[in-house]
């Protein structure tokens, strides 16, 4: 009798943990900074959903800090640089500000522009939906890198290259300093329906890239660059933790010597051998912890069942 609550106590730890894990937290982020400065992150959940918490932290170079999602979250993320508070608290930053005067953002979004990390957990068919826009303009470079999914489209995405310095002049945004610091897009640059992919221009079979959009696309071919960009800059995992990171180096690269000694100013990613750090142990490696439970569930019932003579 000892040992039948003995496993049966087990049989519940395991349960609950599952459930803990699976239910309540969906997914975890870990946010990582590999940016010469500090970044100070902001966090928008979509209308109706929960806030994470803090809704904006700062990250000092080398430093990562993880939040727990829960079912069924959606949001975006993005990086604020060039922060400061003044005399009177006032936090304000230079890219990427939510307007709370405040670390946290607090339900406000990043003013454009703002490379942004948008999601949509336990979405259609249970699937987790994310992208890399650059719809709102650009400020730093990313990698969102999905650990222990699956999927036919669980994989990495983002914008690793530095567009500031090759940013086009009518986008650009020049810091105190005189340095790019951020690009804008067209439609926040020029307005205009055909921009803006609005009025007129408000379907998908009217509204094309621009040549500013196809700046951004041919540097970072798997991010957004413009509001009808879903079929290359959508991806989909089930069962993934993921990890965001800022100014992600590049590693290796598999380029020709040729290719080499005459590199392109707008060096596009994910061509050629192109690896960047941490990315490929990240795609599709290793099972979230989460899932760890279900196994143990799985483990103890066929123990349960084998210990008492119970036949399937």
């Known amino acids: ?28 982020f870990t946010f990582t900074n590999k940016c010469d400065q500090t970044i100070w992150p902001g966090i928008l959940s ?10 904006g932290f700062a990250l000092e170079t080398g430093e990562s800090k993880v ?27 230079a890219t990427g500000d939510c307007g709370s005067g405040k670390l946290e953002c607090a339900g406000a979004g990043a003013t454009p522009p703002a490379t942004l990390a948008e ?20 400020n730093l470079p990313m990698l969102v890198a999905p650990t222990g ?7 990495y995405t983002g914008c690793m290259v530095d567009l500031n310095g090759a940013c086009p002049a009518a986008l650009k945004v020049v810091g105190e300093g005189g340095e790019g610091v951020a690009c804008k897009s067209a439609c926040e640059a020029f307005g205009g329906e055909e921009y803006c992919c609005s009025g007129a221009y408000g ?46 180096p590049v590693t290796t690269s598999k380029k020709s010597t040729e ?18 750090e941490g990315a490929d142990a990240m795609e599709n490696h290793g099972a979230p912890l989460r899932h760890t439970y279900i196994h143990v569930v799985i483990a103890v019932v066929v123990t349960f069942r084998r210990y008492f003579g119970l036949h399937y």
Request: aromatic letters at 12%; one cysteine or more; charged letters at 15%.
């Open 1 to 28: 009798m000892a040992r039948l609550f003995m496993l049966t106590g087990l049989l519940m730890l395991a349960i609950s943990q599952s459930f803990i894990q699976g239910v309540i937290s969906s997914a975890t």
């Open 203 to 248: 379907t998908p079979d009217v509204c094309k890239p621009s040549s500013y959009s196809q700046v951004f696309k041919s540097a970072c071919p798997r991010a957004y660059s413009y509001a009808y960009d879903d079929k290359t800059s959508t991806f989909t995992c089930n069962g993934a933790d993921y990890v965001v990171t800022f100014c992600p």
């Open 67 to 93: 939040l727990n999602a829960p079912s069924s979250w959606g949001g975006r993320f993005w990086g604020r640089t060039h922060c400061s508070s003044d005399s009177t608290g006032k936090f304000t930053c």
């Open 259 to 276: 290719e080499e000694q005459t590199p392109s100013k707008l060096k596009p990613e994910f061509k050629d051998g192109m690896v960047y």
């Open 46 to 55: 979509n209308a109706g959903i929960a806030p994470l918490q803090p809704t």
């Open 119 to 138: 999601f949509t957990l336990d979405g259609d068919g249970g699937m987790d939906f994310f992208d890399v826009s650059l719809v709102d303009g650009y």
């Open 149 to 155: 999914g699956t999927g036919r489209n669980c994989t």
